[in-house]
Nanobody, 124 residues
Framework: QVQLVESGGGLVQAGGALRLSCAASGRTLSLYAMGWFRQAPGKQREFVASINRGGGSTSYADSVKGRFTISRDNAKNSLYLQMNSLKPEDTAVYYC?????????????????WGQGTQVTVTS
């Protein structure tokens, strides 16, 4: 199973930007479909974005479409989430996830490897 470690979270004002990274180890990341999820206090974990293992296909939650961009660098065994025009409602712990799959995966139940999460706080 692949091990995942997120980084890049922090405190930012509304309208600002952050770039999250997810470093993978243990297995070759190019075999895995990847995703970002988030969980705000008192809420269920929700889908943010996903990318297939080749990077040619992506999917986004409607709430982040046009503001967030998911990407990956398989040579560096890394996944990224560029977050622009951040809003207070984007405040959450962000998790990266992986599943050994040829296709996109958008449901949390499809993933079997998770990172520990990184906190993103957006102030108004």
């Amino acid at each position: 199973q692949v091990q995942l470690v997120e980084s890049g979270g922090g405190l930012v004002q509304a309208g600002g930007a952050l770039r999250l990274s997810c470093a993978a180890s243990g297995r070759t990341l190019s075999l895995y479909a990847m995703g970002w999820f988030r969980q705000a206090p008192g809420k269920q974990r929700e889908f943010v974005a996903s990318i297939n293992r080749g990077g040619g296909s992506t999917s986004y939650a409607d709430s982040v479409k046009g503001r967030f961009t998911i990407s990956r660098d398989n040579a560096k065994n890394s996944l990224y989430l560029q977050m622009n025009s951040l809003k207070p409602e984007d405040t959450a712990v962000y998790y990266c996830a992986a599943v050994l799959s040829l296709r996109l995966a958008v449901r949390a139940s499809e993933y079997n490897s998770w990172g520990q999460g990184t906190q993103v706080t957006v102030t108004s």
